[in-house]
């Protein structure tokens, strides 16, 4: 593809929202370090931003179809990943990250991708997921990897892929009424799942139905979910950035992981209610240009590799935001470009950068089955 080809081709729309959605992380992530008064967090992940946006182009310059070919032994490297991290030391309590020199591979980030990866390439051309015993192997698929990252322990990330299974299942051609049997049954095992939870777990899970607003701040897991409402509110409509609003009070901003997990509510605080619609904004443009890619690409891979990786930036923003706000329980997991963290940020552009390339090249229709079964 010649540079004048390329250049028209982009789809500059996801580009200035990929953009716009890192630098407003990184105000957050600025007024971060200046409320805590320590830390180069916003130098740190303006040098990963500055990694990051290339990547993401690099990755439109070839056919992402020569990609099916890697698809099952990328899987393959990013389950020996997952297990590899058993053996290193833990950092902060967790088993999550693999020592380069001097920065941290987090292997779950490139799990999510491999398994898009891998979903995509199973769900290609085959048919047998119109049948509900057919779902199995989709299902062992999502579970081998969620279950190595649920015990690092990671509960944030490995909620992320069965919104991804789903989703995919689903743009593949799988019965609807076949998917809504599958949730029913989950649903049916909640009371299991909360028995094999720990203390800790579930904790996590009450403080979202006894939380407080205002008051003294509780001790434990409510903890983050008083601060983090109380940080928010701090903002107001117009935020501090154009409030001119007086720090006299810094035991009131204290919030950990205030420029990773809950950076949204940094986002809030120095932008106001406005500056955190005009976040869901550029979410939502940025969904409904995935969307419109997908739907517009006849390659059953491409199409399928455009949904996963919507639905994967997608889940991760409910749940982050969901937390943040008190209407999920809190889970260690980013809110994508906008988080402190360079292999979330990496992989979050690698993702996107696949989805430009789907996009470049919307592919030819190679058989009339895929996407057109009736659900």
């Given at each position: 593809?010649?540079?004048?080809?390329?250049f028209?081709?982009?789809?500059?729309?996801?580009?200035?929202?990929?953009i716009?959605l890192?630098?407003?992380?990184?105000?957050?992530?600025?007024r971060g370090?200046?409320?805590?008064q320590?830390?180069?967090?916003?130098?740190?992940?303006?040098?990963?931003?500055?990694?990051?946006?290339?990547?993401?182009?690099?990755?439109?310059?070839f056919?992402y179809?020569?990609l099916?070919?890697?698809?099952?032994?990328?899987f393959?490297l990013?389950?020996?990943?997952?297990v590899?991290?058993?053996f290193?030391p833990?950092?902060?309590?967790?088993?999550?990250?693999?020592?380069l020199g001097f920065?941290?591979?987090?292997?779950?980030?490139?799990?999510?991708?491999?398994?898009?990866?891998?979903?995509?390439?199973y769900?290609?051309f085959r048919s047998?997921?119109?049948?509900?015993?057919?779902?199995?192997?989709?299902?062992?698929l999502?579970?081998?990897?969620?279950?190595?990252?649920?015990?690092?322990?990671?509960?944030?990330t490995?909620?992320?892929?069965?919104?991804?299974?789903f989703?995919?299942?689903?743009?593949?051609?799988a019965?609807?009424?076949?998917?809504?049997?599958?949730?029913?049954?989950?649903?049916?095992?909640?009371p299991?799942?909360?028995m094999?939870m720990?203390?800790?777990?579930?904790s996590?899970?009450?403080?979202?139905?006894?939380?407080?607003?205002?008051?003294?701040?509780p001790?434990?897991?409510?903890?983050h979910?008083?601060?983090s409402k109380?940080?928010l509110?701090?903002?107001g409509?117009?935020?501090s950035?154009?409030?001119?609003?007086p720090?006299?009070?810094r035991a009131a901003y204290h919030?950990?992981?205030?420029?990773?997990?809950?950076?949204?509510?940094?986002?809030?605080?120095?932008w106001?209610?406005?500056g955190g619609?005009?976040?869901?904004?550029?979410?939502l443009?940025?969904?409904?240009q995935?969307?419109r890619?997908a739907?517009r690409?006849?390659?059953?891979?491409?199409r399928?590799?455009?949904?996963?990786?919507v639905?994967?930036?997608a889940?991760?923003?409910?749940?982050?935001?969901?937390?943040?706000?008190?209407?999920?329980?809190?889970?260690?997991?980013?809110?994508?470009?906008?988080?402190y963290?360079g292999s979330s940020?990496?992989?979050?552009?690698?993702?996107?950068?696949?989805?430009?390339n789907?996009?470049m090249?919307?592919g030819?229709?190679?058989?009339a089955?895929?996407?057109?079964?009736a659900?």
């Amino acid at each position: 593809m010649s540079p004048p080809q390329w250049f028209l081709r982009l789809p500059w729309g996801v580009v200035a929202c990929t953009i716009a959605l890192i630098g407003l992380g990184l105000t957050a992530i600025d007024r971060g370090d200046v409320l805590s008064q320590a830390g180069t967090f916003f130098s740190r992940q303006a040098m990963w931003g500055a990694v990051s946006i290339p990547a993401m182009l690099l990755m439109t310059l070839f056919p992402y179809r020569r990609l099916k070919h890697i698809a099952a032994p990328l899987f393959a490297l990013s389950l020996v990943l997952l297990v590899a991290v058993y053996f290193f030391p833990p950092r902060s309590g967790a088993q999550r990250w693999i020592p380069l020199g001097f920065l941290f591979l987090q292997p779950s980030e490139l799990a999510k991708i491999a398994f898009i990866f891998a979903l995509a390439h199973y769900l290609m051309f085959r048919s047998n997921y119109r049948t509900l015993l057919g779902l199995i192997p989709p299902f062992v698929l999502t579970f081998v990897p969620m279950g190595l990252i649920l015990k690092e322990p990671d509960l944030g990330t490995s909620l992320v892929f069965m919104p991804i299974l789903f989703a995919m299942l689903f743009a593949a051609g799988a019965r609807s009424r076949h998917l809504v049997f599958v949730t029913i049954a989950g649903i049916a095992m909640l009371p299991v799942l909360w028995m094999g939870m720990s203390a800790e777990q579930r904790s996590r899970v009450t403080a979202v139905f006894t939380q407080q607003d205002g008051g003294t701040a509780p001790k434990g897991d409510g903890y983050h979910l008083h601060q983090s409402k109380q940080v928010l509110a701090l903002g107001g409509v117009w935020g501090s950035e154009f409030g001119e609003m007086p720090i006299d009070d810094r035991a009131a901003y204290h919030l950990p992981a205030c420029r990773t997990d809950f950076v949204f509510c940094m986002v809030g605080e120095r932008w106001g209610f406005f500056g955190g619609m005009a976040t869901f904004g550029l979410y939502l443009l940025l969904f409904a240009q995935g969307l419109r890619i997908a739907a517009r690409t006849r390659e059953p891979f491409g199409r399928l590799l455009a949904v996963g990786i919507v639905a994967l930036i997608a889940t991760q923003v409910v749940i982050n935001t969901g937390m943040t706000v008190g209407l999920m329980p809190v889970t260690g997991i980013t809110l994508p470009l906008l988080s402190y963290g360079g292999s979330s940020l990496l992989t979050t552009c690698l993702a996107l950068g696949l989805l430009l390339n789907v996009g470049m090249r919307p592919g030819y229709e190679m058989t009339a089955e895929p996407f057109r079964w009736a659900t």
